[in-house]
């Protein structure tokens, strides 16, 4: 990501906009500044991905912010869809079909911690109720 830089950090988010227009109006109107936090965050995170403590810490820090500027656990998926666009336009040589999976791997382990508050599913409120006494 570092390498690619704030390019590919464009492209994430004309994608991003695209899929869901309503984002644009919660960013600056100059997205330069904004292109250079992701891809640090972005490589902050790649480079903590074997010092769990440190990585899930960051990744849930930055959810909870994202909860604030009203980003909902659907968005996600646009992100990740977003990602991957910004690497097919501007990497060369492409990925490898292993580095996608990596990199997919990586963006919903991101988004999974991201969109996690500790607060049960409704989901999961309903199975905990139907367990037997
Ligand atoms: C792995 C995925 C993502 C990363 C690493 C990321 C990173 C960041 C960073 C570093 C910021 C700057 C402020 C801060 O640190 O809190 C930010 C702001 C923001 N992000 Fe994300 N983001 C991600 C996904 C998303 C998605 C999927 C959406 C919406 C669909 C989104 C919407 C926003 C908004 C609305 C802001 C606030 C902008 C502002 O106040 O100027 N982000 N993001």
């Known amino acids: 990501m570092a390498a690619l830089g704030p390019v590919a950090a464009r492209t994430f988010y004309q994608t991003l906009f695209d899929l869901r227009p309503q984002y644009r109006q ?3 109107e100059d997205m ?13 995170l790649v480079d ?8 899930e810490h960051e990744a849930r820090k930055l959810g909870s ?6 980003v909902v656990p659907i ?11 910004a690497f097919d336009q ?13 990199w997919v791997h990586l963006y919903d382990e991101v988004a999974l911690l991201m969109i996690d ?11 905990e109720n ?3 006494e």
Not at 32 to 44: A, I, P
Not at 90 to 102: D, G, I, S
Not at 117 to 127: C, K, N, Q, Y
Request: aromatic share 10%; proline share 7%.
């Open 130 to 132: 139907q367990q037997p």
């Open 32 to 44: 330069e500044g904004q292109y250079v936090k992701f891809v640090s965050t972005m490589g902050f």
């Open 65 to 70: 912010r994202h909860k604030e500027y009203g």
């Open 26 to 28: 919660l960013f600056e």
């Open 90 to 102: 501007h990497l060369v040589p492409p990925l490898t079909k292993r580095e996608r999976v990596a």
């Open 117 to 127: 508050d500790g607060v049960p599913s409704g989901a999961e409120r309903v199975s």
């Open 48 to 55: 903590h991905l074997h010092d769990p403590a440190v990585f």
């Open 75 to 85: 968005d996600y998926a646009s992100g990740g869809l977003a990602l991957m666009r």
